[in-house]
């Protein structure tokens, strides 16, 4: 068993920044690739980025790339997304998930069923 634990969201104004840390247990992390999701009110879960066990490899939704910054530190059991120039759009639940694979796989990485744990996530609003 895996547990995830987010933290770091917030209220902030559009423009601003937001720092979002997940803490993983009851594994080995480094042997973890991990997902950051979000879900806004009314919307399905989207992937917004990925990241692989060593974190040589990361992925981006499209639409994020260039704002939001995923890594991780092995030594710490944490994985981080780094998110600047936030829109009130942005707003929504994130959450942290952790896969099982060893193959590092785009198309199938971007969907929820591809990770076996996640955390309780956190709610991150921008305001305009």
């Known amino acids: 068993q895996v547990q995830l634990v987010e933290s770091g969201g917030g209220l902030v104004q559009a423009g601003g920044s937001l720092r979002l840390s997940c803490v993983a247990s009851?594994?080995?992390?480094?042997?973890?690739?991990m997902g950051w999701f979000r879900q806004a009110p009314g919307n399905e879960r989207e992937i917004v980025a990925a990241?692989?066990?060593?974190?040589?490899?990361?992925y981006y939704s499209d639409s994020l790339k260039g704002r939001f910054t995923i890594s991780r530190d092995n030594a710490k059991n944490t994985v981080y997304l780094q998110m600047n120039s936030l829109k009130p759009e942005d707003t929504g639940v994130y959450y942290c998930?952790?896969?099982?694979?060893?193959?590092?796989?785009?198309?199938?990485?971007?969907?929820?069923?591809?990770?076996?744990?996640w955390g309780q996530g956190t709610q991150v609003a921008v305001s305009s």
């Open positions: 998930a952790a896969g099982t694979h060893y193959s590092w796989v785009v198309p199938a990485l971007k969907d929820g069923e591809w990770y076996d744990y």
């Open positions: 009851g594994r080995t992390f480094s042997s973890l690739p």
């Open positions: 990241i692989s066990w060593s974190g040589g490899s990361t």
